[in-house]
């Protein structure tokens, strides 16, 4: 069974960085396809970045492109999500999320879920 549990949410400002872990059970990460999505108040969950099993291939939605970096580590079976230059409009819950195949834009095709952190950005 796939587990993950996202954590690096909070507070911060326009601006500022923040950097997202997701910890997946073993071999999670090494072997599977990740994604970091989000979901912001009476909004649809959206993409925001995913990674290929073997890291060597990285996707970001157009709005985070240049300001967030997907990466992993497979040793310690994280996902990350560095977010720099942040935004108002990037508040919502971010989850992380994985799927067997290769990697997808779409969060219906992710069948493994995190339960989600919280990211505010003030103005």
């Known amino acids: 069974q796939v587990q993950?549990?996202?954590?690096g949410g909070g507070l911060v400002q326009a601006g500022g960085s923040?950097?997202?872990?997701?910890?997946?059970?073993?071999?999670?990460?090494s072997s599977y396809?990740?994604?970091?999505f989000r979901q912001a108040p009476r909004k649809e969950r959206e993409f925001v970045a995913a990674i290929n099993?073997?890291?060597a291939s990285t996707y970001y939605a157009d709005s985070v492109k240049g300001r967030f970096t997907i990466s992993?580590?497979?040793a310690r079976n994280t996902l990350y999500l560095?977010?720099?230059s942040l935004e108002p409009e990037?508040?919502?819950v971010y989850y992380c999320a994985a799927r067997y195949s290769g990697r997808s834009y779409y969060p219906s095709e992710?069948?493994?879920?995190?339960?989600g952190t919280q990211v505010t950005v003030s103005s």
């Open 110 to 115: 992710y069948p493994y879920w995190g339960q």
């Open 53 to 55: 099993w073997s890291g």
């Open 33 to 36: 396809a990740m994604g970091w």
């Open 72 to 74: 992993k580590d497979n």
């Open 18 to 29: 923040l950097r997202l872990s997701c910890a997946a059970s073993a071999r999670t990460v």
């Open 90 to 92: 990037d508040t919502a």
């Open 4 to 7: 993950l549990v996202e954590s």
């Open 82 to 84: 560095q977010m720099n």
